[in-house]
Structures are given as C-alpha cells and as structure tokens.
C-alpha cells in the first residue's frame, strides 16, 4: 500500500530497485532475509530427538492454525451484522466471502515486518534508479495523451503522477496478487489494529457493492492496498475518479486512466499549486544559521537567497512561494528547499524520504539530472531500539524527547538540536550514529 492518507502501515515496494536483467521485487517483498536453502538439509540430518521437537512444535502449529481457523469463521459471522447494519446486501456480503479464509500468510507480514531502515541515499538510488528513471520516461512517452489530459484537468503535473506509479507498482508491473477480502478480513480479526482493517473491510465491500470490480478481482497487497497506485478502500471511496466514462472507477484493469487519475484527483484536492516545484536541491552558505532548516521556518525564496541560499547553480529560486529548507541527513547530506507541494505528496505518505524520491524521480523523468550533493555513505541509520537509545538518553541528559517512541520527530529534532549547540557541533538536528555514540 500506499495511498493511506497518514498511512501507518510500514510497507516497502518503492524501496525494491529495479534490475536491468531481473524483474523489479513485487509489491508484497518483505526485506527480511530468507532462510538459505541448506537449512533444510540441516533439518534432515537433525537427531531424532531434534527431529521430535520440531514435529511437536509442527503439532502445535497446527493446532494453533486450527483455532485460528475456527475462530475466524465465528469472527465472519459477527461481523457479518455489523457489516449488514452499514449498508451492505447479504446477497453482496455472502458472495463477496465466498471461499475466503483465514490467511495465515498475512498475519506473518504483518508481524514479522523487520526493523528494516535504510539511509536517504540508499532509498534515493533505488528509487530514483536509472533503470526506473528510464522505465518512466517510456511510461510517459507511452501515455502521454492521457496523462495530458489528467494534467489539464486536474493541475498536477503529469511527471509527478507517473513517479508515483513507479514507486508504488513499477508502473503498473507489480500491483499485488493477494485477495483483498481475504487479507483485510484475516488483519481484522487476527492484526494488531482490528478497527482500521475493519474499516477498510466494511469501504472494500461497499466498492464490490457498487459494482466498480467483483470481489474476485479485487486484489493488491497484503495490507489493502489496491491497484497500480495502491489506494486503499477508504480512500478510494473518497478520491477515486471515473476518468474512462464507463461507470467504473477501475484501478485494476490493465488500463492506467482510472488509477492515474484518481492520483492526481487526489493530490488536486489536497491542495496541489499548479507550476510549485515541490522542491529545489539547494547550496547553504558557509555561515548558515541551522537552526533556520526546521519545516516551520518558512520564507519566501528570495527572502532565502539573502541569507545566501541559493541553487546548484548559484542562482535565487524563483519565488514559487514560501518555503523551508530540509536536511534530510543533517549538515554532511543535499538540503532542499521544499514548497507547499512537498506536504501535499506527503499526504500519500508521511516519510520525507518517499516525497523526496517522488518528487526527485518527477525531476529525473521530466529530463533533470540527480542530486549533485554528497552523502554521508559512511553513516548508517539507526534501528528502533538505538533511537528509542537515543531519546532516553538525550532526555536524560536533560534534553527532552517528550516521549520515548523510536520515532523521530520535531521534539527528538529540537533535543538533538539543543544537544548539538551544548556539544559545539552544528546543530542541524540529524539523529545520526555519532550523536548517539557521543550520548553513551
């Protein structure tokens, strides 16, 4: 998925390069190592006493599934009431649960999803690859006419909504396999936030029920998420558009208009400015204040330029409106000057890192070249428990996180921050390995 409005589920398609030989990862790839093939000969070499464990832990498995199983269609049968008492026909609801069952396959996704993070720039070069890059300048040539016609209708730029396509189904390659009824009804009664996935359930049946698809062929990934730009239900109640005419929203066909323009109907009614950049790679002077690189700091690009922030190329940005700058990996990293456009791709998906890679393979598909500031490729980023680490201990040395959630937000920014001026470092408020590492 990805079309969640402040999406919360951790999904990772648009981390998945592309390959020049190879097809790119599905949408359902998980970035956990898999098991290596030998183990199972490791297994059957075991002793017959290892081998006794492991068919009592099967055992036990299987019984577990059973309840599962058991519990689930008891489940299917509460929520068939509530579901009814929504507004959905049992002869809809009866044939929409035809054949489905419990799906143990997504309960595992959904609670073995690694503590999986990657640095800016490992993000940035698979999605703005040369490969997607390249596969989405051809999608662009290909359906240029119409992603036009999406542009005049709804002001987005074209190159935006097919960036978005890129990093959400490698332009409509892999838009997910799995059952929808199916996975939202197994996270409803088995996952770990049951009103959500019922509520997509109960906006997925009243997709089927307007008859915009069959339930059948209603599928994407494990988590809802649907079709080549990976909307969830209630979020295709919402935005979702008939650009076809044919009285069907489809975002599943093999035909992009309805899902390409639900995207830019949806980025328009966030408040999309026609001809906004969502962001301009930016130099800093040599005397910059960081304190200044924070969201809510916001002027005008001319104001900016007087400050000595100006383009690669030495110039004022235009003044598009007003503008922050972000550093998304602190002083050593790019820093971007970012317009009211950023903040509306946000609104399909809160990391800086995938408005980043949205706007910046826009960019590189439009004809632009890549980011020309270094990184800093030595650092790595840090996992949960070492960011949670991190807020205890800048709160302890008096620096309060207000709260200790392995997230980094404005609070664990500014206490990083006030730490950084305490330690006479620039304090550009970046939770790197060697803030941390100075903490301890």
Same mark, same amino acid.
């Given at each position: 998925?990805?079309?969640?409005?402040?999406?919360?589920?951790?999904?990772?398609?648009?981390?998945?390069?592309?390959?020049?030989?190879?097809?790119?990862?599905?949408?359902?790839?998980?970035?956990?190592?898999?098991?290596?093939?030998?183990?199972?000969?490791?297994?059957?070499?075991?002793?017959?006493?290892? #081998?006794?464990?492991?068919?009592?832990?099967?055992?036990?498995?299987?019984?577990?599934?059973?309840?599962? =199983?058991?519990?689930?269609?008891?489940?299917?049968?509460?929520?068939?009431?509530?579901?009814?008492?929504?507004?959905?026909?049992?002869?809809?609801?009866? #044939?929409?649960?035809?054949?489905?069952?419990?799906?143990? +396959?997504?309960?595992?996704?959904?609670?073995?999803?690694?503590?999986?993070?990657?640095?800016?720039? /490992?993000?940035?070069?698979?999605?703005?690859?040369?490969?997607?890059?390249?596969?989405?300048?051809?999608?662009?040539?290909? =359906?240029?006419?119409?992603?036009?016609?999406?542009?005049?209708?709804? $002001?987005?730029?074209?190159?935006?909504?097919?960036?978005?396509?890129?990093?959400?189904?490698?332009?409509?390659?892999?838009?997910?396999?799995?059952?929808?009824?199916?996975?939202?009804?197994?996270?409803?009664?088995?996952?770990?936030?049951?009103?959500?996935?019922?509520?997509?359930?109960?906006?997925?049946?009243?997709?089927?029920?307007?008859?915009?698809?069959?339930?059948?062929?209603?599928?994407?990934?494990?988590?809802?998420?649907?079709?080549?730009?990976?909307?969830?239900?209630?979020?295709?109640?919402?935005?979702?558009? /008939?650009?076809?005419?044919?009285?069907?929203?489809?975002?599943?066909?093999?035909?992009?208009?309805?899902?390409?323009?639900?995207?830019?109907?949806?980025?328009?009614?966030?408040?999309?400015?026609?001809?906004?950049?969502?962001?301009?790679?930016?130099?800093?002077?040599?005397?910059?204040?960081?304190?200044?690189?924070?969201?809510?700091?916001?002027?005008?690009?001319?104001?900016?330029?007087?400050?000595?922030?100006? +383009?690669?190329? $030495?110039?004022?940005?235009?003044? =598009?409106?007003?503008?922050?700058?972000?550093?998304?990996?602190?002083?050593?990293?790019?820093?971007?000057?970012?317009?009211?456009?950023?903040?509306?791709?946000?609104?399909?998906?809160?990391?800086?890192?995938?408005?980043?890679?949205? $706007?910046?393979?826009?960019?590189?598909? #439009?004809?632009?070249?890549?980011?020309?500031?270094?990184?800093?490729?030595?650092?790595?980023?840090?996992?949960?428990?070492?960011?949670?680490?991190?807020?205890? #201990?800048?709160?302890?040395?008096?620096?309060?996180?207000?709260?200790?959630? $392995?997230?980094?937000?404005?609070?664990?920014?500014?206490?990083?921050?006030?730490?950084?001026?305490?330690?006479?470092?620039?304090?550009?408020?970046?939770?790197?390995?060697?803030?941390?590492?100075?903490?301890?």
């Amino acid at each position: 998925m990805s079309f969640f409005p402040a999406r919360a589920a951790a999904l990772a398609p648009l981390l998945c390069a592309l390959s020049m030989t190879a097809p790119a990862q599905a949408l359902e790839t998980s970035p956990r190592p898999t098991p290596r093939p030998a183990l199972a000969d490791l297994a059957e070499s075991a002793r017959p006493a290892a #081998r006794a464990t492991v068919t009592r832990e099967a055992a036990m498995d299987q019984a577990q599934h059973s309840m599962a =199983h058991i519990g689930f269609e008891r489940w299917i049968g509460e929520f068939r009431g509530r579901a009814l008492a929504q507004g959905i026909a049992p002869a809809v609801f009866d #044939r929409a649960f035809r054949g489905v069952g419990y799906n143990a +396959d997504v309960i595992g996704r959904d609670r073995n999803q690694s503590e999986f993070t990657r640095t800016i720039w /490992d993000y940035l070069d698979s999605a703005a690859s040369e490969t997607r890059v390249a596969n989405g300048r051809e999608a662009l040539a290909r =359906h240029r006419a119409l992603l036009e016609r999406i542009e005049a209708r709804f $002001g987005v730029d074209k190159e935006v909504v097919v960036a978005i396509w890129g990093l959400e189904s490698a332009y409509g390659t892999f838009r997910g396999t799995t059952p929808i009824i199916e996975a939202l009804a197994t996270l409803a009664y088995d996952g770990r936030r049951g009103a959500f996935f019922e509520q997509q359930l109960v906006a997925a049946l009243k997709i089927v029920q307007a008859g915009d698809t069959e339930a059948r062929n209603m599928t994407g990934s494990w988590a809802g998420a649907m079709g080549h730009t990976q909307f969830i239900p209630t979020s295709y109640l919402d935005y979702a558009v /008939d650009f076809t005419g044919d009285g069907r929203r489809d975002i599943w066909s093999e035909d992009p208009a309805d899902a390409l323009a639900s995207t830019a109907a949806y980025l328009a009614r966030f408040g999309w400015k026609t001809g906004q950049p969502w962001g301009v790679e930016v130099r800093l002077p040599g005397n910059f204040d960081y304190r200044l690189a924070d969201r809510g700091e916001k002027r005008m690009p001319s104001d900016w330029a007087a400050l000595g922030v100006r +383009d690669m190329d $030495g110039r004022a940005v235009p003044d =598009h409106g007003r503008a922050s700058i972000l550093l998304p990996a602190g002083a050593r990293g790019a820093a971007f000057m970012i317009f009211d456009n950023f903040a509306v791709i946000e609104r399909y998906n809160t990391a800086d890192a995938y408005v980043i890679g949205v $706007g910046h393979l826009s960019d590189r598909i #439009r004809g632009g070249g890549p980011i020309r500031a270094d990184w800093p490729r030595e650092d790595r980023a840090l996992v949960f428990a070492e960011r949670q680490e991190l807020q205890e #201990r800048l709160t302890r040395a008096g620096f309060d996180t207000r709260g200790i959630d $392995g997230r980094i937000g404005p609070n664990t920014i500014a206490a990083v921050r006030a730490f950084q001026r305490s330690a006479g470092l620039i304090p550009d408020g970046y939770a790197s390995l060697e803030i941390l590492k100075r903490l301890r």
